[in-house]
């Protein structure tokens, strides 16, 4: 089991730029597929962002694909979602997800989450 703890939220216009960090603990992400999501109100947390393996691949999804980036700092244990090029629609509560299968982009398989982080893009 791997804790998990975002952080990097806020508010930001359209256009600009956020990083999401999330810090985790208990066991090396290294050693997991590590997975970012997020939730808008009245729906379910599953929306999938985008995935990062043990080797460092990365997958989006495609309406962030070319403005977001995911990146892993094993040294510290970390993940890192850099969004750029935000949009109104990007506005969500983010988790960041770790799953010990096979990288997917099915939230169902990713065992342990974060609290989540909000980011709000305004117009």
């Known amino acids: 089991q791997v804790r998990l703890a975002e952080s990097g939220g806020g508010s930001v216009q359209a256009g600009g730029s956020l990083r999401l960090s999330c810090e985790a603990s208990?066991?090396?992400?290294?050693?997991?597929?590590m997975g970012w999501f997020r939730q808008t109100p009245g729906k379910e947390r599953g929306e999938r962002v985008g995935?990062?393996?043990?080797?460092?691949?990365?997958k989006y999804a495609e309406n962030v694909k070319g403005r977001f980036t995911i990146s892993q700092d094993n040294a510290k244990n970390a993940l890192y979602l850099q969004m750029d090029s935000l949009r109104p629609e990007d506005t969500a509560m983010y988790y960041c997800?770790?799953?010990?299968?096979?990288?997917?982009?099915?939230?169902?398989?990713?065992?342990?989450w974060g609290q989540g982080t909000q980011v709000t893009v305004s117009s």
């Open positions: 995935f990062i393996d043990s080797d460092g691949s990365a």
């Open positions: 997800a770790a799953t010990d299968l096979p990288c997917t982009m099915d939230p169902g398989a990713f065992d342990d």
């Open positions: 208990g066991s090396p992400v290294k050693d997991y597929c």
